[in-house]
């Protein structure tokens, strides 16, 4: 995998520059300006879709992301967890 670099759109959002995804900052449940308010959710795959296909949010729509652009958010170089850019 490559180096990924983010955007905080200042929304609750963030965009992955080279793809151009949108992703909502937080997980489900978490809020805050670092995301500590609150509980994670946690959901089946059938809630999870119908969580993202309803959430209106930063005056976007929103849908489940496909396991290849969940792969994207993987950073390989790191060897612990999380796995994944603990910045954004």
Do not use: H, M
Not at 48 to 69: I, K, M, Q
């Amino acid at each position: 995998g490559r180096a990924r670099t983010y955007s905080d759109n200042s929304n609750g959002t963030i965009t992955e520059v080279s793809t151009g995804l949108v992703w909502q900052k937080c997980s489900a449940g978490l809020s805050g300006t670092t995301c500590a308010t609150g509980s994670a959710s946690t959901f089946t795959w059938a809630n999870a879709l119908s969580y993202c296909n309803s959430l209106s949010f930063a005056g976007r729509t929103w849908r489940l992301p496909t396991v290849n652009e969940l792969a994207n958010l993987v950073d390989y170089s790191r060897a612990a967890s999380p796995v994944v850019n603990t910045t954004f």
